[in-house]
């Protein structure tokens, strides 16, 4: 995925999208005067399809709209919460944990992270040895994890990144509306 913003990003928009760079398989470039257009052939010249434009109002971010071939695939409206992000995620471990069942699929879908498989199926398909080395009641840890809850004092779903030592990191997206084009699913 390739995240870029609108014209003129606040630095809180370019801190964002670099944050998100850092949780996400994803690659951030500085939009400047590029078009649309152009953005898609970078992103095709990176070996991507999927592109991020992030939005902002009133100088922080509150949307984004993923692209997908040069079609628009979904919209996002969210504010963020940032928070320092020390730790670091092994993105090929990422893997996503809902609690808002209407959202599994839609996030799966929009930033490509498989979802979290269930204790015992992981453990399962584990060799002697991993089984030896790693207690069961640790396996379905926060390790290089995204996961969308509601949130405890606003009933707003929110996503939470977690480090590969279970640590929150990266910023905290609250969704407000999230919504695929080709399926007119909505929350």
Same mark, same amino acid.
């Given at each position: ?16 999208? $670099?944050? @998100?760079? %850092?949780?996400?398989? #994803?690659?951030?470039?500085? $939009?400047?005067?590029? &078009?649309? $257009?152009?953005?898609?052939?970078? #992103? ?5 399809? %999927?592109? #991020?434009?992030? &939005? ?29 992000? =020390? ?32 204790? !015992?199926?992981?453990?399962? =398909?584990? !060799?002697?040895?991993?089984? %030896? ?9 926060? +390790? ?8 405890? =004092?606003? !009933? ?8 590969? !030592?279970?640590?929150? +990191? ?6 407000? %509306?999230?919504? @695929? ?7």
């Amino acid at each position: 995925m390739l995240i870029t913003t609108s014209r003129k990003p606040s630095q809180r928009t370019r801190t964002f999208c $670099r944050g @998100l760079e %850092q949780v996400l398989k #994803a690659r951030c470039i500085n $939009r400047g005067k590029m &078009s649309l $257009r152009d953005v898609f052939l970078k #992103a095709g010249e990176m070996g991507t399809n %999927q592109v #991020a434009v992030v &939005s902002e109002r009133d100088g922080n971010p509150n949307g984004m709209e993923v692209y997908r071939d040069g079609e628009l695939f979904a919209t996002l409206k969210i504010s963020v919460d940032f928070s320092p992000s =020390k730790g670091r995620i092994v993105k090929d471990d990422l893997r996503l944990r809902c609690q808002v069942d209407e959202l599994e699929k839609i996030i799966s879908r929009i930033f490509g992270i498989p979802l979290e498989e269930s204790r !015992s199926d992981y453990y399962e =398909k584990l !060799s002697f040895k991993q089984k %030896q080395k790693l207690k069961y009641r640790e396996v379905k840890s926060d +390790c290089n994890l995204l996961i969308i809850r509601t949130h405890q =004092k606003k !009933s707003t779903p929110v996503m939470e990144f977690f480090d590969a !030592s279970g640590k929150p +990191c990266g910023p905290r997206i609250y969704l407000h %509306q999230c919504k @695929l084009e080709d399926e007119n699913s909505k929350r």
